[in-house]
């Protein structure tokens, strides 16, 4: 049981560059989340989409894009890096169903913008 | 002012010690609180939930939750060195879905042998 699965676990990007950070799950959840994890800021929420077809803004969406391409695919995408970027990202999934503070997450993605 | 406000450690006790852990929040509409526990390198599970006031066990954790002085405290018996570990409280006012989760930044924990 995979659970919420991520790729790459590790990535350096020089500033300017573009990528892409995905993300599956395989417990047929209807929501999934990114987010971002910094030093003294916490877990701060980029983007959602509760459901396949919709995505919106969370708390920190500048710089970022997203497609749920199917209900189990969310991917994050950086069109051009800054430093301000580098952090370790998280995807996350939620169903209807469970209590809705409870999140699975993805063992994170570590980027960093040189 | 953050809406969730959690002291970021690090904690360091020995093993078998009682640990407290504790967040305060601004916003008196939350009514679902949430342990989070984070090994290094990993992501973020979910350990304790409550809703509204009071306390809840679970083996060796205890979460309790003070509605009245917005403060919401994981008690950790007999700590373990397994019990290492960052933990990050998150609460909501709804459950429509975890885009209005909001988390503290973690309190890192050490337990030594």
């Known amino acids: 049981n995979a659970g919420v699965t991520q790729t790459p676990k590790f990535q350096v990007l020089k500033t300017g560059q573009s990528m892409t950070l995905q993300c599956a799950q395989d417990?047929?959840?209807?929501?999934m989340y990114w987010y971002r994890q910094d030093p003294g800021m916490g877990l701060r929420l980029i983007y959602y989409?509760?459901?396949?077809?919709?995505?919106d803004k969370g708390e920190v969406p500048n710089g970022y894009n997203v497609s749920r391409l199917n209900k189990r695919e969310f991917s994050l995408r950086l069109e051009s890096a800054a430093p301000s970027q580098t952090s370790v990202y998280f995807c996350?999934?939620?169903?209807?169903?469970?209590?809705?503070?409870?999140?699975?997450f993805g063992e994170g993605s570590r980027l960093t913008v040189l | 002012q953050k809406e969730v406000e959690q002291d970021p450690g690090p904690l360091s006790v020995p093993e078998g010690a009682i640990v407290s852990l504790n967040c305060t929040y601004s916003?008196?509409?939350?009514?679902?609180f949430m342990w989070y526990r984070q090994y290094s390198r990993k992501g973020p599970e979910l350990l304790m939930y409550?809703?509204?006031?009071g306390n809840k066990e679970d083996g060796r954790f205890t979460a309790q939750v003070d509605k009245s002085s917005k403060y919401i405290s994981l008690f950790i018996r007999d700590s373990q060195p397994s019990d290492s570990a960052t933990y990050l409280c998150?609460?909501?006012?709804?459950?429509?879905?975890?885009?209005?989760?909001?988390f503290g930044t973690g309190t890192r924990l050490t337990v030594i042998p």
């Open positions: 996350a999934s939620h169903t209807s169903g469970r209590v809705s503070g409870e999140l699975f």
């Open positions: 417990m047929n959840h209807n929501s």
């Open positions: 989409s509760a459901s396949e077809g919709t995505t």
């Open positions: 916003n008196s509409a939350f009514q679902y």
């Open positions: 409550t809703y509204s006031s």
């Open positions: 998150a609460m909501t006012y709804d459950q429509t879905g975890a885009n209005n989760l909001f």
